[in-house]
């Protein structure tokens, strides 16, 4: 009889540890079961990629559509060159879209926005995006901002600020 | 001159005891795991028993200090956050901080200093008794009936109690964020499933509590099994137990976060 | 090999250390089979070690030990096995298992060693309890007996699988008067009944020398000497007279500890 409890608590703890671990896999890292985790690659070249990560997401429309994977240096052209996966069932993704380093917030974590372009054919697996802007290093411009340059030198540019 | 020879030998000595306790410590565990000798009972009811001891009897603790510092970290993540404007990452941080490290760490701490210290005293205690000499007698291994079973069920136990430290957690977060100071829910719980990554966060996360889960229960097992079987002994061992086992978590901790979230 | 006037236990040339320190120093000695042989020394000369050397618990530096014609100090784990579910050993503390009741610790060695049916477990048990006196005990937790009784409850263990050899470790410490004579007549005549060879390792001169058909005196690593109660009475070997007399008699061994550090005291001077 007490060997029966015993078990029977033994089985509830061993069932409340597993539904605390589908919690914080459904719950708050938001896996979601049914989507099949297939992506597809795409590069994108940039002159700065400032504090970008490896993880940092893809987002289209604010809506996270794959991860970095890596960055690199590309040797011949001195830019950075991030590999993104991007979700298999995100495939239209048009050839004349730009991506963008962005910040989440005025401090937040910086990730690729992708604006999309008007062309009726879509980025493949392996593709690259030749449309880049790269990230706003906010050192650079309060740098510039201190010297008095900004109004100056960068008229046009100046609606970002 | 020979003074300096003194302090030199008496550091080989201890190093030496050391490398001899660890290889004492591994045998025992082989010989308990492996060695072909039988428990003479059934091996899984033994090792319910045990979780019950271990893993279920600590239940409380844990989830009473899951929630605290889980409101704690709500609470000090908020008044940080919101001189920023960002108070909406604070599901994040206090989601992040949970599952990578404080789930992991702090329930082998707490595991160390309610379960492990039971373990070490018991098996000490049976040793001093002569009960595993009896056992011995009879023709059972005490290696198999007395130390596997232990071993499992904290092995089992610890990242158990680790998810249901970090889930108790995020949930005490959320009480005070939410509930609390008003952070919007949408954006504490979506926020929080933007930046927590399962293989990254979570299961690197586990893999570490499943270390640790090792790495203290063996420590517990084996100061036990090893103790001088005395009351003195015994109580040495126990806060050997504790000391070991937080030292190896929290040195562990580190080489895991770097090989996990370091980039090396 | 079942010859009747052999020796059970025979042990030659053992030698054994603790670290430097030698507790046994090339001693021989013959147990008789069927016979209570009761093994006395001042306590920390190594009696509860000498038990653990043959139950092989402990293995010796130099020498053998044979039980029963088999060398049990080189024996493999199987063989050991077979060969200790024979011997009974009942430890000084008692050595109940703590997380069992007394009718389970009893039990123990028959579900290790044996495929009984529930039943006869249950009668088994209960004969055996019944023995040591503790029948109406079987539901407590060991946690819940008194020193002596768990001792009864353990020597009931030892004896479960009937076995041909019983060792008893200091069966004689904190046992009431009457527990005592009960146990002194139940060593006495299981060894009759079961035709058991029997160690006993006291302290208790009185209560050891009236059951036991010959005795062994241990000191300082060596056998210092070895006869039949009486022969021992009348010996004029100073060391055994010093031993014989320094004991008081009487059921309970109210002074030992004083007596060994007397004896302790005047062993280290040269
Ligand atoms: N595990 C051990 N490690 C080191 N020394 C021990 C150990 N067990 C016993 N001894 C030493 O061996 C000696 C003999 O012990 P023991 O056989 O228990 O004596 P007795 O039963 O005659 O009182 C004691 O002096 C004790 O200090
Ligand atoms: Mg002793």
Redesign the pocket.
Known sequence: MRMRTVEISVGAFLLAGLFALVLLALRVSGLSVNADNTTYRLYAEFDNVGSLTKRAKVAMGGVTIGRVVDIELDKKTYMARVIMDIETNVDNIPVDSSAAILTAGLLGEKFIGISIGGSRDFFKDGETIDDTQSAIVLEDLIGKFLLGSVGKDDEESNDSF | MSRLLDHVATLGRSGLEVLQAMGRATIMLGMALFGRSSSHGSMPSLVVKQIYAVGVLSLIIITVSGVFIGMVLGLQGYNILVRYGTEQSVGQMVALSLVRELGPVVTALLFAGRAGSALTAEIGLMKATEQLSSLEMIGVDPLKRIIAPRFWAGFISMPLLACIFSMVGIFGGSMVGVDWLGIYEGSFWGNMQQSVDFWNDVVDGLIKSVMFGFVVTWIAVFQGYDAVPTSEGISRATTRTVVYASLAVLGLDFILTAVMFGDL | MNQENESFIEIRGLTFM??DRV?FDNIDMDIPRGKVTGIM?P???????LLRLIGAQLRPDAGKIFVDGRCVSTMGRDELFRVRSRMGMLFQSGALFTDITVFENVAFPLRVHTRLSEQMIHDIVLMKLQAVGLRGASQLMPAELSGGMSRRVALARAISLDPDFIMYDEPFVGQDPIAMGVLVNLLRKLNNALNLTSVI?SHDLSETASIADYLYLLADGHVIAGGTPDELQSSEDPKVRQFMNGIPDGPVPFHYPADDYAKELLGERP
């Open positions: 603790r670290g507790i020394g306590s920390g000369t190594g009696k509860t070690t390792v």
